[in-house]
């Protein structure tokens, strides 16, 4: 099987460079030599990445093509391409609805599109999947864990989680300034919350059955400081306004479906 990548960004590295570590059975995987410093770095890792000056080059040889640019230059770059009926394609593009993706492909090829956090380059990532399929959910199995999904909006739902991820670093780094304010050396205070962010999600990982009000309960002394802290946040609107960022990513991704 060969593997091309239409877009040459982080996403696609992170994928590029899970699928070597995972010794995933592809022939060749051609990538773009739009981002030459990202393209050539992916060439030293083995002698089954290709670099390909043309984004037709591509499309001729490859039976699986995933789609990475950016939103805003989709059409441009897609339309003017010769896909093929028997062409896999596997979207990586956020906010870009199927059925412009069928418009600017081929109607007949197998699309699906995929949310790949950059994690999968450690083989941990988590990826949501819509409409399902073998192909990419063996693909993402691999560098981590496929959630295949059964209706566009419980896709779209996951794609306005994954835009968490500037949102949990954000919070993290404001809790980081704080105790800097309080006088903590920066890389103290940034190392002290990593390690604590770690355990904490090391603990949710492996205990599934528990919930995440469930796990912060076990974690709470009823009027102690873990209780003071979560109430005051509420209390301040922190639960509502994250509740209401998260309805307006929603909004814009029906918007763009």
């Not at 040459?8 to 592809?26: D, F, H, N, Q, R």
């Not at 002698?47 to 805003?72: G, H, M, S, W, Y």
């Not at 896709?155 to 968490?164: E, K, L, N, P, W």
């Not at 993290?172 to 309080?182: D, F, G, P, R, S």
Request: proline content about 4%.
């Amino acid at each position: 099987m060969k593997l091309g990548f239409i877009g040459t960004g982080v996403i696609s590295e992170a994928i590029v460079t899970g699928l070597l570590k995972a010794k995933y059975p592809a022939d060749t995987i051609y990538v773009s030599a739009r981002t030459r410093e990202t393209s050539a770095r992916l060439a030293t890792l083995s002698d089954l990445v290709q670099v390909c000056e043309t984004n037709d080059e591509i499309v001729a040889k490859a039976d699986v093509v995933f789609l990475a640019v950016r939103p805003q230059h989709a059409e441009d770059v897609l339309a003017p391409l010769s896909f093929r009926s028997d062409h896999k394609i596997i979207s990586l593009i956020a906010t870009i609805a199927g059925s412009d993706l069928r418009d600017w492909t081929h109607q007949d090829a197998e699309i699906c599109r995929a949310i790949p956090l950059p994690s999968v380059s450690e083989l941990k990532g988590v990826t949501a999947i819509f409409p399902s399929s073998d192909l990419a959910i063996d693909i993402f199995d691999r560098l981590g864990y496929a959630v295949p999904t059964k209706t566009l909006n419980e896709f779209d739902a996951y794609t306005v989680a994954s835009a968490m991820m500037g949102f949990s670093f954000g919070v993290a780094e404001a809790a980081t300034q704080w105790l800097c304010q309080q006088g903590t050396p920066y890389d103290d205070a940034r190392a002290y919350l990593a390690k604590m962010l770690h355990a904490l999600t090391e603990t949710a990982v492996q205990m599934p059955d528990r919930s995440f009000e469930d796990l912060r309960l076990a974690h709470t002394t009823p009027g102690g400081l873990n209780a003071q802290l979560f109430e005051t946040f509420c209390a301040h609107g922190g639960a509502e306004a994250l509740a209401t960022a998260c309805e307006a990513v929603a909004e814009r991704i029906r918007d763009n479906s």
